[in-house]
């Protein structure tokens, strides 16, 4: 699934159903303006690949196209691969295909990001690496399979410390509750050994124990107890005592035992005498048979000298019936060589008659072959010229639509279009006069508020000023305080109210003027907008005409020029097509006039009985040419058989001697073969006797095997009974006495054991020695009190190891993060292994010589994978995203794209999906990028997906592929009233 092959899309963004693009191996170029579905294509191959688009919510519904609930995405790869999604609205995307093949067990969260890594250059730059921000890079990074455990088990590493801290305390209060029990336990079985002291009437249990140990001890095989108490002891007396009676029980019965053996050692005695005997007639036996196969073995040596006699008597004999066959032989070849060349004559005539026929027949077949052909030629040249006059018709509808578009391009281009041109300009002049207008309004508005403010603003002033003195105006006072003139009292106060009222007075005016200025503003600015939408709407009427006339001459560009070769205007496409009409009527004519002189058309049933009679002519020829060859080959093979035998035979000798020697030798050789027959009937009765021989010394080996069976018998019950040595009576009386002192024995031991059991009835006895007894078997539970001791212990042991082991984890765990730190400089390392590739491609496209070693810097934060891309600024790193410009961020995002691409190869999937790379660049600066994806395409087997809208630089770029011989394929996306489609160029 290296590359694709083929990309089919329905109802995405704009485009119609079934749009089926094919794809270049080597690069695929997609042109078209802005916003007709250059970005749309790899979103629907992200939708194909992941079943989502990482930009959009999810589900995606803004990726189907307007007024559709239904759109589809497939992709078709190499080795009838496929990856598709079928997406209805609202409803998630469901994706079918080879997924697996593709992307292996990456997880399905990381594939977005690392197509955006490795894969895909948007249009979308917030999204780029090189513009991220530390975090966020980092996040990138993590999404790639080196170091990505390494970064999950750093991120765990502080709470994996506090939790192990946690059961590590833990592990401590259990330590200390077992090391409580054990003290516990301790203490009690201390009380029990004072109770058991006190009590004088009563043997020490531990006497009683050591009695019964002892007893255990002589018997073997019984574990000692090692506990005194009285259950201890109690269980102690038992086993001792059961064993004891299955002890004395066995060796009763292995007295029993012994005494059956009383008959089996005067029968080993005779078995061994009677094996000697049948051993020395078992050895006579085989003597005999040893020198009977000597007999046959000398009779089989003198059969084979006599075989050997046969032989080379047959082989003389062979040599002389060889000699007479040869004699034979030569009589026949002389007598079959007459015959062949006499036959030989014969077909050396008829070969000359048919060769006469045949030249005769050969001229007349040739004569009516190129008659035909001549009639076929002019038939082939008619069709020619028919088809000529249609393709010219055809021509001369194409010139007819080629006059009613240019008609068309007349009308929009010189009345539509400079009056779509003059409505535009109009409507400029009149927003600009509107405008000054417009700025001259908003000044008189300015005015008019600044009047008012500064009238209302001195009138507050006055008014506070007034209003004070005259509040604080005695009504006797008659001198003004502000002209200083001298009133009447009355007239001053009149005066002073007088003026109050006055204030304000102008307010009134100034307000209404200053509505009124800004209501004309308003109007003003009513009018300007209207303007603006009449300029909009002429722009639009504008651009719909040139759309039309750029539509206009690419249909001619494209589907009528190709039609008129070096042509490119339709009064020279008329004439063009007026001269094809003459050529083609003179070729009609001339045609007529030479098929007129031309000699009449054999049928073809003429032609045919011709061939037919020239190939049966041709056939008859091969047939005897090839017979004559036959009998000349014949003919020489019976001169070189011939001179062969003649050569092997030499003098040839008398026919007569030689059939006197091969009787001779006949009867000597029948003579021999009865001598054989007489030796092989001794031989006969040899083997019968040698039968005889092995039958017997068959018989005395299964009577010798049968008396050391019976032997081996008696051997093996004797050691059952673990005797040693041959079966005896002195053996046999010997372990009888041991046998029964062994029982003597064992029943003291038991009489011991029984009287014990009085003492331990005693203590039974004791109410506080039960009491304490009570107290341990409560303690226990319905374990001994050697379990129970051997528990604490081993909880005790089992707390304190796993305090010891926790704290090795502890430890282990400290020493695994300073690990982890190690580890994960070491990936940092390794990702940042990239700057070298990165400023080695940077340094071809990039213009600006500061750019050129940027470099990427992976390192690790707060257990967080963070990445800087920084460049040397004032001689500090400076992040490259507050430096560089629109068209250096796009270099270094696609060159970083490139270097990850090279080295981290996570997918078999080798396409670069490149959405307009070079949008800010001027074709120099393109050329550079289009050079580097020439050396990736054709170095590394990559194949490259690119979108433009620049026409100069998609043509550029396929031409740099061809000059290259790199297969290429131009793509034209264009938009029609059923939806964006594209056009193959």
């Not at 000597?294 to 062979?318: D, F, M, P, R, Y």
């Not at 001779?664 to 040899?686: F, G, N, P, Q, Y």
Request: charged share 30%; proline share 2%.
């Amino acid at each position: 699934m290296k590359h694709l092959n083929k990309i089919t899309i329905s109802n995405i963004r704009r485009f119609k159903e079934n749009v089926e693009i094919e794809i270049g191996k080597g690069a695929t170029v997609f042109l078209a303006p802005n916003g007709t579905g250059k970005t749309a294509i790899f979103e629907a191959i992200e939708l194909a690949l992941t079943g989502a688009v990482r930009r959009l919510d999810y589900p995606p519904n803004a990726i189907i196209r307007d007024t559709c609930s239904n759109s589809f995405i497939r992709l078709d790869f190499e080795g009838d691969k496929f990856c598709e999604a079928k997406f209805s609205l609202g409803s998630p995307p469901i994706t079918n295909g080879n997924h697996k093949d593709l992307f292996g067990n990456i997880d399905a969260q990381d594939i977005p990001f690392l197509i955006r890594l490795t894969h895909l250059l948007c249009q979308r730059g917030d999204d780029w690496f090189v513009q991220s921000n530390g975090t966020a890079a980092g996040n990138q990074l993590d999404h790639l399979s080196i170091g990505k455990d390494a970064a999950k088990a750093n991120s765990v590493i502080t709470s994996a410390k506090k939790a192990a801290n946690v059961i590590y305390e833990n592990a401590l209060k259990e330590l200390e509750n077992a090391k409580n029990n054990q003290q516990d336990w301790d203490k009690l079985i201390e009380r029990r050994k004072q109770l058991s002291g006190n009590n004088s009437s009563l043997i020490p249990q531990q006497e009683i124990l050591d009695k019964i140990n002892a007893i255990a001890k002589a018997v073997g095989n019984i574990k000692i107890e090692p506990n005194c108490n009285i259950i201890a002891i109690e269980n102690q007396h038992s086993v001792v005592s059961t064993t004891l009676e299955q002890l004395i029980a066995d060796i009763r019965k292995r007295a029993i035992s012994l005494q059956s053996l009383n008959d089996i050692v005067p029968n080993y005695s005779n078995g061994k005498l009677n094996l000697a005997s049948a051993e020395q007639s078992l050895r006579e036996s085989r003597d005999s048979k040893s020198k009977s196969e000597g007999q046959i073995v000398t009779l089989h040596e003198s059969i084979s000298k006599k075989v050997e006699e046969i032989a080379s008597s047959e082989k003389v004999l062979s040599g002389y019936r060889e000699t007479k066959r040869q004699i034979d032989q030569l009589d026949k070849i002389n007598q079959d060589k007459i015959t062949f060349d006499a036959k030989a004559t014969d077909l050396k005539t008829g070969i000359e008659k048919l060769n006469s026929e045949l030249q005769s027949a050969e001229l007349k077949f040739s004569s009516s072959k190129k008659i035909k052909e001549q009639h076929q030629v002019f038939r082939l040249r008619a069709a020619t010229l028919n088809e000529q006059v249609v393709s010219n018709e055809e021509l001369r509808t194409l010139l007819k639509t080629w006059q009613e578009v240019n008609q068309e391009l007349k009308s929009l281009e010189t009345d539509k279009r400079p009056k779509a041109l003059q409505s535009v300009e109009e409507a400029k002049r009149k927003i600009e006069l509107l405008n000054t207008e417009h700025a001259s309004l908003i000044n008189a508005q300015k005015d008019a508020q600044n009047s008012f403010d500064l009238l209302n603003k001195t009138s507050d002033s006055i008014r506070e000023a007034v209003g004070i003195i005259a509040t604080q105006l005695s009504k006797e006072s008659d001198t003004c305080p502000v002209c200083y003139e001298r009133y009447e009292p009355s007239e001053l106060q009149k005066r002073i109210a007088k003026a109050l009222s006055l204030i304000g007075s102008e307010l009134q005016p100034a307000a209404q003027r200053l509505d009124q200025a800004k209501d004309v503003v308003s109007k003003s600015q009513g009018n300007i907008n209207i303007s603006i939408n009449e300029l909009s709407t002429a722009n639009q009427s504008l651009k719909d005409i040139d759309d039309a006339v750029s539509q206009l001459k690419s249909r001619i560009s494209q589907s009528i020029l190709p039609k008129f070769p070096a042509i490119s205007l339709a009064e020279d496409a008329a004439i063009y097509i007026n001269k094809l009409g003459d050529q083609v009527t003179q070729s009609i004519n001339q045609l007529n006039k030479e098929k007129e002189s031309a000699e009449q058309e054999p049928s073809d049933e003429e032609v045919a009985i011709l061939s037919n009679n020239l190939e049966k002519l041709r056939s008859n020829l091969s047939s005897l040419s090839n017979e004559l060859a036959a009998t000349e080959l014949l003919i020489k093979k019976c001169l070189e058989s011939k001179n062969s035998l003649q050569k092997i035979i030499g003098d040839i000798p008398s026919t007569d001697a030689l059939t006197d020697n091969i009787l001779k030798l006949e009867k000597k050789i029948s003579e021999t073969r009865l001598e054989v027959e007489a030796i092989r009937k001794l031989v006969t009765d040899e083997q019968t006797l040698l039968g005889t021989l092995n039958e017997r010394t068959v018989q005395n080996e299964r009577y010798v095997s049968s008396i050391g069976s019976n032997l081996n018998e008696h051997i093996a019950q004797w050691k059952d009974l673990e005797l040693t040595g041959e079966p005896s009576i002195d053996l046999l009386e010997k372990a009888k006495g041991e046998n029964g002192t062994l029982l003597s024995n064992r029943e003291n031991d038991k009489q011991k054991i029984d009287s014990l059991n009085i003492e331990i009835t005693k203590w039974r006895k004791s109410e506080e020695y039960l009491k304490i007894e009570s107290d341990i078997k409560r303690v226990i539970g319905r374990s001994t009190e050697a379990e129970y001791a051997k528990k604490i212990k081993e909880d005790f042991d089992k707390a304190n190891n796993a305090v010891q082991t926790i704290n090795l984890k502890i430890k282990t765990l400290n020493s695994f993060a300073k690990n982890i730190d190690s580890e994960l400089k070491k990936v940092n390392d390794r990702i940042q292994s990239i700057n070298p590739l990165w400023n080695k491609l940077l340094k071809r496209i990039v213009v600006d010589p500061r750019f050129a070693n940027t470099n990427l810097n992976s390192y690790s934060h707060y257990k967080k994978q963070h990445a800087d891309v920084n460049i040397k600024l004032h001689g500090d790193n400076t992040l490259v995203a507050h430096v560089a410009s629109e068209a250096q961020i796009t270099d270094l995002q696609f060159t970083f794209l490139l270097a990850m691409a090279q080295k981290y190869q996570w997918s078999p999937w080798r396409t670069l999906l490149l959405d307009d790379p070079t949008q800010h660049h001027d074709l120099v600066h393109a050329s550079a990028v289009f050079d580097l994806l020439r050396d990736y395409i054709t170095t590394f087997d990559f194949q490259v997906l690119l979108a433009t809208h620049d026409t100069v630089q998609a043509k550029f770029f396929m031409r740099k592929l061809e000059n290259d011989g790199i297969p290429a394929k131009l793509w034209v996306l264009q938009g029609t009233e059923d939806g964006v489609t594209a056009i193959a160029n």
